[in-house]
Antibody, heavy 119, light 110 residues
Framework: EVQLVESGGGLVQPGGSLRLSCEAS????????MHWVRQAPGKGLVWVSR????????NYADSVKGRFTISRDNAKNTLYLQMNSLRTEDTAVYYC????????????WGQGTLVTVSS | QSVLTQPPSASGTPGQRVTISCSGS????????VNWYQQLPGAAPKLLIY???ERPSGVPDRFSGSKSGTSASLAISGLQSEDESDYYC???????????FGGGTKLTVL
């Protein structure tokens, strides 16, 4: 069974940093692009970032470019999102997802981890 | 404001057929496949349709997708109460080099 388990969310002050993790199991992690998608309270889904199977290529939403860094450790089956210079508008549930079945089709999602940026 | 445009709400009665539209441009829907997601209240999103019109295993054939030009649609036939959910379209955008989502459509089963 495919499982994605996010962790690392919490309360952080504006300007602070946080690192999210997404532990994968039930599939060959190194074979799949991975994504981060976020959802602010009461709002819609917003794509954040994606990373190639071997980490050689990444893409970011303009709103996080230069502040967030996506990475992966294929030996540990783990995806990361390093978030720096956090802003109140980064407050959201962050989901990790596995790209499978088709181009940019996120076929498996984690349960999400809540990041709250507030003073 | 989302790059892909969806109606904020839709509704139907049990057994009815409803469609949800998703409008984009030549840099996204016009040149890339569209994926659709369902998000039940309080839950993570779920892939409903991929590559315009393909259903993942386990998704009922009541759900179907189509694409024409720079627009796409999700159709739900034989509407059921458990279909009450938020629905999102998404596609890659060449100009922005990102995945773009629609703003979401809240479907109410009357």
């Amino acid at each position: 069974e495919v499982q994605l388990v996010e962790s690392g969310g919490g309360l952080v002050q504006p300007g602070g940093s946080l690192r999210l993790s997404c532990e994968a199991s039930g599939f060959t992690f190194r074979n799949h692009w991975m994504h981060w998608v976020r959802q602010a309270p009461g709002k819609g889904l917003v794509w954040v970032s994606r990373i190639h199977t071997d980490g050689s290529a990444t893409n970011y939403a303009d709103s996080v470019k230069g502040r967030f860094t996506i990475s992966r450790d294929n030996a540990k089956n783990t995806l990361y999102l390093q978030m720096n210079s956090l802003r109140t508008e980064d407050t959201a549930v962050y989901y990790c997802g596995r790209d499978n079945l088709g181009p940019e089709a996120v076929g498996n999602w984690g349960q999400g981890t809540l990041v709250t940026v507030s003073s | 404001q989302s790059v892909l445009t969806q109606p904020p709400s839709a509704s139907g009665t049990p057994g009815q057929r409803v469609t949800i539209s998703c409008s984009g441009s030549s840099s996204n829907i016009g040149s890339h496949v569209v994926n659709w997601y369902q998000q039940l209240p309080g839950a993570a999103p779920k892939l409903l349709i991929y590559s315009n019109n393909e259903r993942p295993s386990g998704v009922p054939d009541r759900f179907s997708g189509s694409k024409s030009g720079t627009s796409a649609s999700l159709a739900i036939s034989g509407l059921q109460s458990e279909d009450e959910s938020d629905y999102y379209c998404a596609a890659w955008d060449d100009s922005l080099n990102v995945v773009v989502f629609g703003g979401g459509t809240k479907l109410t089963v009357l």
